[in-house]
């Protein structure tokens, strides 16, 4: 055959090949958090499925047409960009274990109110929870928990932080047990934009410092607030005896370059990548947790270590768009 014949395949396939590398490491061009980039990545699963399905297009294509074509090129790099997706999700796992350990830590974003006080009560007598971060429950149903639950037996302190006058009308609440001594937020450590995210410290000097985090989503015109939100959390892990629970509305391709330290954002390490776990999906809960976006978290300082993590399928039809996360964590 004509090397001429060959050039629009060798263009196609390097185009391609460039093209792949973005859909599936992004973050190897500095992309990953870009528009469209950042929405596409968390639900790898789905670009899997629909790369693949191209690829088998594409190839039947090519085999029809029985020469090196630009059809063949697309056949290639389709499939190359299907098994990487598929290679980044076996490698970060898909376990779901959870192990004895010091504290356990859930997070559950409750979509403004739509998982009730019960629910979360629930939640947290199935899990044993010390803490619960609670992005989207106001004061009244965190109080409404802690009510639910005394009556129990479980003694659970809760607070809330509001957003700023102009910004979205979303708190977030967190609930300590009492076990675990008195605890303070400090102001002083300030908040995610656009939506609120707080630290809460002991009073008697004891225990981890705790973070319940909410930054934005990574939006078309809010993107630098999302960026924001993400550097302030990495913030946060610049302290080792940290424990950050949330919707952090990011993954783990998110946080690449946020880390330091051996940490995957500041000097924190992630739950579910050290457990095994990072590729199941905590959003949408109408999507399977095999195809939906990984974006609940909990964080680790370098004081601590997961020693259990799952995603809690149980709670889908509690009325929350996210699933919880639940954690167990014990110090080094």
Same mark, same amino acid.
């Given at each position: 055959?004509?090397?001429?014949?060959?050039?629009?395949?060798?263009?196609?396939?390097?185009?391609?090949?460039?093209?792949?590398?973005?859909?599936?490491?992004?973050?190897?061009?500095?992309?990953?958090?870009?528009?469209?980039?950042?929405?596409?990545?968390?639900?790898?699963?789905?670009?899997?499925?629909?790369?693949?399905?191209?690829?088998?297009?594409?190839?039947?294509?090519?085999?029809?047409?029985?020469?090196?074509?630009?059809?063949?090129?697309?056949?290639?790099?389709?499939?190359?960009?299907?098994?990487?997706?598929?290679?980044?999700?076996?490698?970060?796992?898909?376990?779901?274990?959870?192990?004895?350990?010091?504290?356990?830590?859930?997070?559950?974003?409750? $979509?403004?109110?739509?998982?009730?006080?019960?629910?979360?009560?629930?939640?947290?007598?199935?899990?044993?929870?010390?803490?619960?971060?609670?992005?989207?429950?106001?004061?009244?149903?965190?109080?409404?928990?802690?009510?639910?639950?005394?009556?129990?037996?479980?003694?659970?302190?809760?607070?809330?932080?509001?957003?700023?006058?102009?910004?979205?009308?979303?708190?977030?609440?967190?609930?300590?047990?009492?076990?675990?001594?008195? $605890?303070?937020?400090?102001?002083?450590?300030?908040?995610?934009?656009?939506?609120?995210?707080?630290?809460?410290?002991?009073?008697?000097?004891?225990?981890?410092?705790?973070?319940?985090?909410?930054?934005?989503?990574?939006?078309?015109?809010?993107?630098?607030?999302?960026?924001?939100?993400?550097?302030?959390?990495?913030?946060?892990?610049?302290?080792?005896?940290?424990?950050?629970?949330?919707?952090?509305?990011?993954?783990?391709?998110?946080?690449?370059?946020?880390?330091?330290?051996?940490?995957?954002?500041?000097?924190?390490?992630?739950?579910?990548?050290?457990?095994?776990?990072?590729?199941?999906?905590?959003?949408?809960?109408?999507?399977?947790?095999?195809?939906?976006?990984?974006?609940?978290?909990?964080?680790?300082?370098?004081?601590?270590?997961?020693?259990?993590?799952?995603?809690?399928?149980?709670?889908?039809?509690?009325?929350?768009?996210?699933?919880?996360?639940?954690?167990?964590?014990?110090?080094?």
């Amino acid at each position: 055959m004509p090397n001429t014949r060959r050039r629009p395949f060798v263009i196609a396939l390097v185009i391609g090949v460039l093209l792949a590398v973005i859909c599936v490491w992004p973050q190897a061009l500095g992309l990953h958090r870009l528009p469209l980039v950042s929405n596409a990545i968390p639900f790898r699963g789905i670009l899997a499925l629909v790369l693949g399905a191209l690829a088998l297009v594409a190839t039947v294509v090519a085999v029809l047409r029985r020469r090196w074509s630009v059809a063949a090129a697309l056949a290639i790099t389709l499939a190359a960009a299907t098994v990487g997706h598929g290679a980044v999700l076996l490698a970060r796992g898909g376990g779901s274990a959870i192990a004895e350990g010091d504290l356990t830590v859930v997070a559950w974003n409750t $979509y403004g109110g739509g998982a009730s006080p019960e629910s979360i009560a629930r939640l947290v007598r199935e899990t044993g929870a010390d803490v619960v971060s609670l992005p989207e429950t106001d004061a009244i149903a965190a109080a409404a928990v802690v009510g639910i639950l005394a009556r129990d037996g479980i003694e659970m302190t809760h607070d809330t932080v509001v957003s700023e006058p102009g910004d979205d009308p979303v708190p977030t609440s967190i609930l300590i047990a009492t076990s675990l001594g008195p $605890y303070e937020r400090d102001a002083s450590a300030g908040s995610t934009p656009g939506v609120p995210s707080g630290v809460w410290r002991p009073s008697d000097g004891d225990g981890p410092v705790l973070v319940a985090a909410h930054p934005l989503p990574p939006l078309p015109l809010i993107m630098t607030e999302w960026v924001e939100g993400l550097d302030w959390v990495a913030a946060r892990c610049a302290e080792p005896d940290v424990i950050v629970a949330g919707d952090l509305n990011a993954t783990l391709d998110h946080f690449s370059g946020l880390g330091r330290d051996g940490g995957v954002i500041g000097g924190c390490r992630d739950a579910a990548a050290d457990r095994g776990a990072a590729a199941v999906g905590t959003w949408p809960v109408r999507l399977p947790a095999a195809l939906a976006a990984p974006i609940d978290h909990v964080l680790t300082g370098g004081d601590w270590e997961a020693r259990g993590f799952a995603v809690v399928t149980g709670f889908d039809d509690a009325g929350s768009d996210h699933r919880p996360v639940v954690a167990t964590v014990s110090r080094r």
